[in-house]
């Protein structure tokens, strides 16, 4: 292109220095020259923009080598995010597992202990309509029959049982005392605590020094009774006088203290015996 331009114009001046040149040829001259000119100048601006599409292009392909760089890295941390998490997720099923054995043994477990428990209901239930289907309505005001846990717990008022501030049982106790003497002769291998309680109501009698005096003194009169009066197996019997010391109401009412001044004969079975019952255990009365 440039030869082009440095051709013409010697041409040119050549054609113009022999004086053989035409008007119309120099005019034609001129013409093509400035057509050229034209094409070098369009020229330059393709290149110029050959050369920025160059420069694009390389600045797009670094980018495109950074991106994909920047992915195989993405690529990697993924892949050893889920190598850790198939491990996690291997270990995390044997805790699972794990976990679901021991809810398994928990629920039989309860399952075992809600059946036991049922079967103790039911002992208790049967054993406490046997032993107050005997009394009369008058005997239950002043009898409290429990049964919990197998143990059977007699409670008796001390006005039923003793006469006033005495540890002597009065005449109107001997009924019921025979028919709880029955209920201990029925359950005939149980152990039997007969226990004497009173309020904090310092006693003044002569011969009985204070309330743990009197509180046994009564017990011993109940076990003496059933031993001599009803024929129960003094082996079995065991007196304890409990004082003042083993509230079930408050003292400060005066039937708080009535209800204080109780005497209790429970009667236990032996642990086999226990075990014993809760198997025998009527299933209809667990309905």
């Not at 040829?25 to 094409?39: G, P, R, V």
């Not at 994909?68 to 996690?88: H, P, T």
Request: include cysteine.
């Amino acid at each position: 292109m440039k030869r082009s331009f440095i051709v013409l114009p010697l041409l040119a001046g050549g054609l113009l220095l022999s004086g053989c040149v035409s008007k119309k040829q120099f005019a034609e001259l001129q013409t093509n020259h400035k057509q050229l000119q034209a094409d070098y100048q369009q020229a330059q601006v393709r290149l110029a923009e050959s050369r920025a599409n160059v420069k694009s292009l390389e600045e797009r392909l670094a980018e495109a080598r950074k991106t994909n760089a920047e992915l195989r890295e993405a690529y990697a941390a993924l892949q050893g995010s889920l190598d850790k998490s198939l491990q996690q997720n291997s270990q995390g099923n044997v805790n699972i597992s794990k976990l679901v054995d021991e809810i398994n043994a928990s629920n039989r477990f309860i399952k075992q202990l809600v059946e036991t428990k049922s079967k103790s209901d039911s002992l208790n239930m049967v054993l406490t309509n046997n032993l107050t289907r005997s009394l009369s309505r008058d005997e239950l005001k002043e009898v409290d029959i429990q049964v919990l846990k197998g143990v059977v717990y007699i409670s008796l008022a001390d006005n039923m049982l003793y006469k006033s501030g005495s540890y002597e049982i009065n005449d109107r106790a001997g009924e019921t005392l025979s028919k709880i003497a029955k209920i201990i002769m029925d359950y005939k291998d149980y152990d039997v605590l007969v226990e004497g309680n009173t309020d904090p109501v310092p006693i003044s009698r002569p011969n009985i020094r204070n309330n743990w005096d009197l509180s046994a003194l009564r017990a011993s009169s109940v076990v003496q009774a059933l031993q001599n009066n009803y024929g129960v197996d003094p082996r079995r019997l065991t007196a304890a006088g409990r004082g003042e010391y083993n509230p079930v109401a408050s003292n400060d009412t005066e039937l708080g203290k009535q209800r204080n001044r109780r005497t209790q004969i429970i009667i236990t079975p032996k642990l086999d015996q226990f075990m014993e019952l809760i198997d025998q255990a009527p299933e209809s009365a667990e309905e």
